[in-house]
């Protein structure tokens, strides 16, 4: 036991003593959650649009000025003629034209209909759909100000409510694909490079002689990845609390819990790489190209499953990464219990013995 905890502390040393390897361990996490969180989101904000207002009365100004009032749009620009439209977005600084029809108070109060074109840049599909449905949102609003006192015989008011996250942040959606990516990574990654570097360097031929057993080398090499895996895990679980003011509903320590086994899974099939890769750089392509690419996009963090093909659903099913997320959705904003994610826990349980039967097969270790 003395010569298996020496062991891993020589490990530990081996980590602190390598720069590279600890900025992959902590600087990554940090500057990816931070990105993630700040840069990436589907909100929209102070958009520029311009207008073309062909009527020029009182009720398009009132529109004009309820659009330019929010703090989602940025009047950029007022276009004269149609003909200007197209030229205006090859510039690209315009993601959207409002285009008012003519003698448009007039056909509010004669027909009691009026049109505004709303002309989006597409090339962007998000934003532009985005654009349009904030804009769809402030015209209701104004229809409904001067519809007030107006009986309407038959009306039928729906009532949304957004539940987990009302205020629809997008950092809700990414924190937990994020600290999925990253446990995912840097648990395998390194974990697998780790073992690649000792069989490149020829050196773990002389631990599997040594008085340890074999799959004591291979867990004494686990064993610190665990315990900075574990420390990232909760780094990212506090910038998410304090910076990003994500609320955690369910129990730190289920949450905890899933993270550590999640964590163990991803070692698990670091370790199954190792078998695989002869070298470091062999390694760190597998690891970074076959798990970055699956877990973005087939793990629901990005794009929802159920509309991929049906093949694709199938395929998602073998990413640990996939249920992991639902487990952490689960309990930081549904706040369920294990009633509820039992289901999945045991897939990530099952993968995480599935790997290492493969991964024992590989290196043929005997359990004494």
């Known amino acids: 036991m003395k ?9 530990f040393y081996h980590i602190f003593r390598d720069r590279r390897s600890l900025f992959i361990l902590f600087g990554m996490p940090i500057a990816q959650i931070l990105l993630f969180g700040f840069a990436i989101t589907n909100e929209i904000n102070n958009v520029n649009i311009a207008i073309l207002d062909h009527s020029k009365d009182a009720s398009t100004e ?28 090859k510039k ?81 959606m990414f924190v937990p694909g994020v600290m999925t990516i990253i446990l995912m990574l840097v648990s395998a990654m390194m974990t697998s490079i780790s073992i690649t570097r000792e069989k490149e360097l020829g050196t773990m031929e002389i631990l599997l002689v040594s008085p340890l057993k074999p799959f004591q080398v291979i867990i004494g090499k686990v064993v610190p990845y665990i315990f900075l895996s574990v420390i990232n895990a909760a780094v990212i679980v506090l910038l998410s ?31 199954l790489i190792s078998t695989i890769a002869a070298t470091q750089q062999a390694a760190m392509m597998i690891s970074l190209m076959g798990l970055m690419l699956p877990v973005i996009l087939l793990s629901g963090f990005i794009f929802p499953i159920s509309s991929m093909p049906v093949p694709l659903q199938i395929i998602s ?19 369920v219990g294990m009633a509820y994610i039992w289901k999945e826990t045991l897939i990530l349980i099952g993968m995480t013995l599935f790997f290492i039967g493969l991964s024992i097969k590989k290196y043929k270790i005997r359990l004494e």
């Open 241 to 271: 609390i304090f910076i990003f003011k994500m609320p955690v509903q369910g129990s730190l320590f289920l949450l905890g819990l899933e993270s550590v086994l999640f964590i163990i899974t991803s070692l698990a099939l670091g370790i």
């Open 3 to 11: 010569r298996f905890i020496g062991f891993i502390k020589k490990e």
């Open 92 to 172: 690209g600084k315009i993601k959207a034209v409002l285009n008012f029809e003519k003698d448009f108070s007039k056909n509010l109060i004669a027909d009691h209909n009026a049109t505004i074109q709303i002309i989006t840049d597409a090339t962007d599909p998000n934003t532009a759909n985005s654009i349009t449905n904030y804009t769809n949102a402030i015209l209701q609003n104004y229809q409904q100000e001067k519809n007030k006192g107006i009986q309407i015989e038959y009306q039928i008011i729906p009532q949304t409510r957004m539940v987990y996250n009302p205020e629809l942040k997008s950092v809700f």
């Open 317 to 335: 099913n073998i990413i640990p990464a996939k249920w992991f997320i639902i487990i952490i959705k689960g309990i930081m904003l549904k706040g």
């Open 62 to 89: 009132e529109i004009i000025n309820k659009i330019s009032a929010s703090k989602y749009f940025t009047i950029k620009q007022m276009i004269a003629h149609e003909a200007d439209i197209e030229s205006t977005f």
